[in-house]
């Protein structure tokens, strides 16, 4: 089938697909730790049982039982070499059950995520992506005895790691028809924060047949964000599979999902209202479930679904008080270990799925904790201390949050103090922030009440000993670590080890610099410190930034005040082949040789890349 017959199919009428496959295998005994695609291998006459179950229920499209069936997904049960065998023999079984039923079935091979995050927000770049769905769309199309008909690409999140499925696809056949499928959580988001408008803007663009939506929540919740994709995408044919309801645990640790057959088939002809072109189930729907939507799409009549307002509600997301807990960057502070921290954004929008997506990748690298920054370069971001709160809560990593006194009164600043303990935020990072005039809303007011030494000297001997401000209780005492802001290669060193001194002295546990690039200054700057005060400076943990690319070198060095970028790092950035792997090398041999003076590093990556911070950690790993 080529893509002008897949779309003259759609013209004559909804195609109705198939529903669960893993869902399905479950129920039916295979463990969910186990691999449900190598079942194609291990258990073929219980893949072919459920694909004859799915068209004797009447559906015009089965899909393949390889939705993980990727060299990442296979290596999580180590049979990433059994990419090309699964993938072949799932097309095999499946069209052995379509040649014995006498019908017209379109086969799809699904294709799901990946299970590891594209860079920035993880590990796998683009070009990786590309050549693992490569390797199974490979296996899909060439399989014995004739591949499959149409390449399905479902339950995504990322529409970068949709953009790499494509590419495969494309790479793969010019002519194989593809539908392109996100999923949503139940804030009408995905987990990365698309919202459905993404749908009918970014995937629409893309060389595919159809796009959609699949799993998410139930019929409802699908029929509404599908709604808005047929408005905004009217020229694309679009596909709808939701799951059976939210699944629910019940006694034993047995899901279940709660919509049933009758109320799926009320929804087809919902679906088919709405202008839905390809109509199934995912997870938690049956045979049962299909037979009640083809019942009900081969019968006449209007559906008693209420039709969607066609809008979306953006819901403020909650927060839950965390108990007091003890700080793990002061135990390292006081045991003298390494500290590895790296620099993060708060999102743009309320959506948190990216932020957290790299926090736990950063888990995974080796990071002791995540410095959160507030509203770095003025520019306008989600609060730092909600961003904090939810790293901690949902990766299980402490936070430390950037404080800046620029644009906060006295009390607004004590405001935000007891905020930010009472949600279990205990480590701190003081400094005068951004000017506005340099970010998006250079209007904004930008007087400040305190200075950050001024700051320090009211966390540590004021709120750590139970007072305001004002000398007034606040019920008990504050347990907050604080950090300050520093230098090590200024331009005025006897300033800058003045202003160093006089943040100690009101009570700064450590000190995190700005980015190193000249270790030798920075060694000579700490010995000098210890000479003038007759002893040794406060934990540093020194600023790392790995370089991006030449461009990259040359603006921090031209451009941004106090950075100075040796001329021989230039040159190997703008020699390099390689030049984000140039810049962690340099990165690495900067940090080794700050290694014996420094409690620790604190690593800037650029433009968001995560995934190279992540490399400059396995660094101290290795090390």
Not at 342 to 359: D, I
Request: with cysteine; charged share 20%; aromatic share 6%.
């Amino acid at each position: 089938m080529n893509r002008r017959q897949f779309r003259e199919r759609l013209q004559h009428g909804p195609l109705l697909m198939d529903g669960a496959f893993g869902t399905v295998l479950h129920g039916r005994g295979v463990p969910i730790d186990q691999s449900f695609d190598a079942v194609n291998l291990s258990n073929p006459a219980l893949v072919a049982e459920i694909h004859r179950a799915y068209i004797d229920a009447g559906a015009d499209l089965i899909e393949t039982n390889t939705f993980g069936a990727n060299r990442y997904k296979l290596g999580e049960n180590g049979q990433q070499d059994k990419v090309d065998e699964i993938n072949r023999a799932a097309v095999h079984v499946a069209r052995r059950v379509i040649d014995g039923s006498y019908k017209e079935i379109i086969l799809a091979g699904s294709v799901g995520p990946l299970g590891a995050r594209l860079a920035p927000l993880g590990r796998v770049t683009f070009a990786e992506a590309q050549e693992a769905f490569h390797e199974q769309i490979q296996a899909l199309h060439d399989a014995e005895p004739r591949g499959v008909d149409v390449i399905i690409i479902e339950t995504m999140s990322d529409i970068k790691e949709i953009e790499a499925a494509v590419a495969a696809a494309r790479a793969v056949s010019a002519d194989l028809p593809i539908i392109a499928q996100m999923t949503f959580t139940r804030d009408d988001k995905t987990i990365l924060g698309y919202p459905p408008e993404a749908i009918a803007t970014q995937l629409a663009k893309l060389d595919v047949d159809a796009v959609g939506i699949n799993c998410s929540g139930g019929p409802a919740q699908v029929l509404r964000l599908i709604s808005i994709v047929r408005k905004l995408a009217p020229e694309i044919p679009i596909s709808a599979s939701p799951n059976a309801g939210w699944p629910e645990q019940i006694q034993g640790g047995r899901v279940m999902y709660p919509a049933t057959p009758d109320y799926f088939g009320d929804y087809a002809r919902a679906f088919v209202e709405a202008g839905v072109n390809l109509i199934g189930g995912c997870c938690g729907t049956t045979d049962a479930h299909i037979r009640a939507m083809r019942r009900a799409l081969d019968t006449p009549g209007a559906s008693h679904v209420s039709a969607p307002e066609i809008h979306i509600t953006n819901r403020p997301e909650t927060t839950v008080t965390v108990g007091d807990r003890p700080t793990r960057l002061a135990q390292y502070l006081a045991e003298r270990r390494m500290i590895l921290t790296v620099e993060m954004n708060p999102p743009k929008g309320v959506s948190v799925g990216r932020l957290l997506a790299g926090a736990r990748m950063l888990r995974e690298a080796g990071a002791t904790c995540l410095n959160i920054a507030d509203s770095p370069l003025a520019r306008m971001r989600m609060s730092a201390w909600a961003a904090a709160y939810l790293v901690q809560k949902e990766i299980g990593l402490e936070a430390v949050l950037s404080f800046p006194t620029r644009g906060r009164n006295i009390l607004r600043i004590q405001g935000d103090l007891l905020a930010a303990h009472a949600m279990g935020i205990r480590n701190l990072f003081v400094t005068m922030g951004d000017p506005t005039r340099i970010g998006d809303f250079p209007e904004a007011m930008d007087s400040y009440d305190i200075v950050p030494t001024g700051l320090i000297e009211l966390i540590k001997n004021q709120f750590n000993q139970g007072l305001d401000k004002a000398g007034q209780s606040i019920d008990q005492p504050t347990t907050f670590v604080v950090g300050c802001a520093l230098n090590l290669t200024p331009k005025d060193v006897a300033a800058e080890l003045k202003l160093l001194r006089k943040k100690v002295e009101h009570g700064a546990d450590f000190a995190l610099t700005q980015p190193v690039f000249d270790p030798l200054a920075a060694i000579e700057f700490l010995q000098a410190y210890e000479r003038t005060y007759n002893e040794p400076p406060p934990p540093i943990v020194a600023g790392i930034k790995p370089l991006y690319n030449s461009r990259n070198a040359e603006f921090l060095h031209n451009e941004v005040p106090g950075m100075h970028i040796p001329d021989v790092q230039r040159e190997r950035m703008r020699q390099a082949e390689k030049p984000q792997a140039e810049g962690v090398a340099i990165a690495r041999e900067i940090a080794t040789a700050l290694r014996p003076y420094v409690g620790g590093f604190y690593i800037m990556p650029a433009f968001g890349h995560y995934d190279l911070a992540a490399d400059v950690l396995d660094g101290f790993r290795e090390g």
